[in-house]
């Protein structure tokens, strides 16, 4: 399963990430609950503007998605290589299908990081120090 990671930049210049399709429809539509004659956002218009090239948005400035494992690219290769090293450490061998799954494991714990400091506006480097902070990876 691929991940993919929602960026919303609203109006006012404010950030929002997401994982998940339906809660950008969600945060999209409650931003332009006042707006009169406001038409609000379905999973097709999201999917219209994600994956099918439309240009026409409205209510924010813009929608983006990004591959999971390219925006934490340094985190999930420090990650695998360390995985392997314990591995061959106690003589076990991961599939590519086990690896895969730890990797998606992985980068649910950096979303549930990354997301909450990114939506509470805190800076890079606080959310990198967090990261740091929990004892993962040190990159």
């Given at each position: 399963m691929k991940l993919?990671?929602?960026?919303i930049i609203m109006n006012d210049d404010s950030c929002?990430?997401?994982?998940?399709?339906?809660?950008?429809?969600?945060v999209i539509n409650n931003a332009n609950k006042?707006?009169?004659?406001?038409?609000?956002y379905t999973i097709s218009t999201i999917n219209g503007i994600l994956?099918?090239?439309?240009?026409?948005?409205?209510?924010?400035?813009?929608?983006?998605?990004?591959?999971?494992?390219?925006?934490?690219?340094d985190y999930v290769n420090e990650y695998?290589?360390?995985?392997?090293?314990n591995a061959e450490k106690q003589n076990k061998h991961y599939s590519p299908s086990t690896i895969k799954?730890?990797?998606?494991?992985?980068?649910?714990?950096l979303n549930a990081i990354e997301f909450n400091g990114r939506n509470s506006g805190e800076s890079d480097e606080v959310i990198k120090n967090k990261?740091?902070?929990?004892?993962?990876?040190?990159v």
């Open positions: 993919t990671i929602y960026k929002y990430f997401t994982d998940n399709r339906n809660n950008l429809v969600e006042d707006v009169e004659n406001y038409k609000p994956y099918n090239g439309n240009k026409i948005i409205r209510g924010v400035k813009s929608v983006e998605r990004f591959n999971a494992i390219d925006y934490y690219n695998t290589e360390q995985l392997i090293k799954r730890f990797q998606h494991q992985f980068i649910t714990l990261i740091n902070a929990i004892g993962l990876i040190k």
